[in-house]
């Protein structure tokens, strides 16, 4: 058994939370919300984000950061990206350097297109850092279905130790040394899952979007090798594993989110209807830096990117790309 702090409570975090409790660990799940702790507390359910889940008893719940991450030998970040630096930031002071600290959130740093991990190597670079990433919707985890993800960190004593902690009879993980590739499948998907999510919304049926999917996972292998990944990486469970998932499952706010642009709503608009972090807003706008840093030929980045960031009418964007861009 261990002591596991689980730094966020939305979907993904409630439901680490409730998979770690299984496994007998003693858990605290932190919410900057006071409001959300006190209703989690009193009713031991997260509404919003898993529904009449219950938490189990060994899940504590608190605001407190000093509390949540006190004497924990594990801290799980499963935090949106784009609050990700800051929020390491305030949690920094209370960290020690034996604690095992562990990314969850799938996304990369907006101002300086740094992977997450990288974000913690440099605000704490004497503690020890792991990704966890792969195809695990938090509305599946809670009702226990069987999940496969990743685990990748440069040191194979904490790929162990984090399988352990978590791995249960439906949980089940795979470890990697390729930190670079686990963590960028869990970015670059998104803005293929945007991409079905368009062409869903447009009409298109499933060989469009089997073929976006196909070419989708090329196309970001590409960008990923060029960034030091394993190419292999991207075609196992946080590469296609998880772009198959978030392309098509209903519960992917990604895929959703891509069918509301393509009615003709715009980021803000959908933001707002969604009410949850879309990480594909984000990825798509660091990939189109990313891309030209690294030369990578991007045919579905760039269609996503002109319609989604520069607002270009999505009927008539997807028309001319299929029509003149041979994927």
Known sequence: MSKVAVMGAGSFGTALAMVLADNQNEVSLWSFDENQKDEMLKTRMNKEY????????????????????????????????????????????????????????????????????????????????????????????????????????????????IKEIFEDKYFKIETSVDVIGVELGGVFKNIVALAAGIAEGLGYGDNTKAALITKGVEEISLLGESMGACKETFYGLSGYGDLIVTSISEHSRNKRAGKLIASGKTMQQVNEEIKMVVEGFESVKIAEKLKKTQCVNMPIQNVVYRIVCEGQNAKKTFEKFFENISL
């Open 50 to 161: 898993t529904g009449e889940a219950l938490l189990q008893e060994n899940i504590g719940i608190t605001n407190s950061i000093e509390d949540a991450i006190g004497g924990k030998d594990v801290i799980i970040l499963a935090l949106p990206s784009k609050f990700f630096r800051e929020n390491l930031e305030k949690y920094k002071k209370n960290i020690i350097e034996k604690q095992i600290i562990v990314s969850a959130s799938k996304g990369l740093d907006f101002n300086t297109s740094k992977r997450l991990s990288q974000v913690i190597n440099e605000i704490l670079p004497e503690n020890r850092v792991a990704v966890l990433s792969g195809p695990t919707h938090a509305e599946e985890i809670v009702k226990k279905q069987p999940t496969y993800c990743m685990v990748a960190s440069e040191n194979k004593y904490v790929c162990k130790n």
